[in-house]
């Protein structure tokens, strides 16, 4: 095929759900890349397709090439990148050293200018989490895995090729309510609901308009567990809540063990959500089939970032909270004080790598 004719392919360096991702050459010049070889056409034709919106900004990986091969597979050749946020949280965690604040300053420049360059095209990316963003050996960090990305259209933009996805509905007809019961509250959902996810998760197929069964639990925004179809660019700021936070605390901010636990984990901290927290939400699919006991004092996000500065705090708070529309954007957080008062970010060529 057109790429064995192109790249010697070396060793695999990860796999995922969809994808095998190997390390390889390109013959012409000796580049080292990423081919990353995509199982799912779906997943493949939104990945090429963000990744072609988004070339030209610094902090989103490199798409060199990409080939469909005759088995349907599709593979992208990507700039190779030798390491992810994971690999520098764990290595610090392991070393019980906290990243000095002029580091994390400049890591979470770099991600939010990624996350900027995203939305501001319209590319919902809906699985953001430490692993996806990948770092070069010269600590320049970016935006990778658009596996799971929408790219949102508005009214006069061509959707046609969302299209496909707006074709499966959902057949709601035999809820079955059922009981959880989770330490500090009560949860009911219906036995359709953890169907519907599980056969989301399997096919990969989208219900109605997006599908609520996106992303990576931990960083999963509230309005997805609770089975939101609607949501926007917001599902990201979560995310990036979850990961400054984890940042600052080498752990992670909400680890769910299950979807429910999930949840019960949030209002742990933040408190139930109701529409004293956010005018709406009790129009939110699953509202009324998961319902948590009243959380009478929830621990509040300090208590998460022990140690960390007001100002730290109150930059987790921006992102971390019920209501999608008071979460601050990528935009402002880059224009945010907290990163033009001491200490600065230190310069990218200055941050740690692991090796
Ligand atoms: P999936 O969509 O299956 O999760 P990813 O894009 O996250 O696939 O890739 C899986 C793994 O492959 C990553 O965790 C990472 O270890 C490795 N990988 C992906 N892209 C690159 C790249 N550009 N350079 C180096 N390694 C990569």
């Known amino acids: 095929s057109e790429v064995i004719a192109k790249y010697e392919v070396m060793e695999r360096v990860g796999s995922g759900a969809y994808a095998d991702v190997y390390r390889g050459r390109r013959l012409s010049d000796g580049l080292i890349v990423a081919l990353k070889e995509i199982h799912d056409y779906q997943s493949a034709f939104r990945e090429i397709h963000a990744l072609q919106l988004l070339q030209g900004s610094p902090n989103v990986v490199v798409l060199h090439d990409y080939f469909y091969r005759d088995d349907d597979d599709a593979v992208l050749v990507l700039e190779f990148l030798r390491t992810d946020l994971a690999t520098v949280i764990s290595d610090a965690a392991k070393a019980s050293q906290p990243l000095p604040a002029a580091e994390l300053k400049r890591w979470m420049l ?144 909400f680890p769910g063990t299950a979807d429910i636990d999930q949840l019960s984990r949030i209002i742990g901290v933040l408190g139930n959500l109701d529409e004293s927290a956010w005018v709406g939400c009790s129009e939110l699919p699953d509202y009324g089939i998961i319902s948590f006991s009243k959380v009478e004092n929830p621990a509040g996000l300090e208590s998460c970032l022990p140690n960390r500065s007001p100002d730290e705090v109150a930059l987790v708070k921006r992102l971390v909270c019920y209501d999608p529309a008071k979460r601050a954007t990528a935009m402002e957080l880059l224009h945010d004080k907290y990163f033009r008062e001491e200490p600065l970010p230190v310069p990218v060529s200055e941050l740690r790598v692991p090796l």
């Open 110 to 253: 770099q991600i939010l200018s990624g996350v900027d360059a995203c939305h501001r095209h319209m590319v919902l990316h809906r699985d953001l989490k430490p692993s996806n963003l990948l770092i070069s050996e010269h600590g320049l960090l970016k935006i990778a895995d658009f596996g799971q990305a929408r790219i949102l259209t508005e009214p006069g933009f061509d959707a046609s090729n969302d299209n496909e996805e707006y074709s499966r509905v959902l057949d709601d007809t035999n809820n079955k309510d059922i009981n959880i019961d989770i330490p500090g509250g009560n949860a009911t959902c219906t036995a359709s609901d953890i169907d519907r996810e599980e056969e989301e998760e399997e096919q990969g197929k989208e219900l109605g308009c997006f599908t609520s069964c996106v992303g990576t639990r931990w960083f999963r925004a509230p309005e997805l567990l609770y089975g939101s179809r609607d949501y926007g660019l917001e599902v990201d700021l979560w995310s990036l809540g979850c990961i400054f936070a984890e940042l600052l605390t080498l752990q992670p901010l």
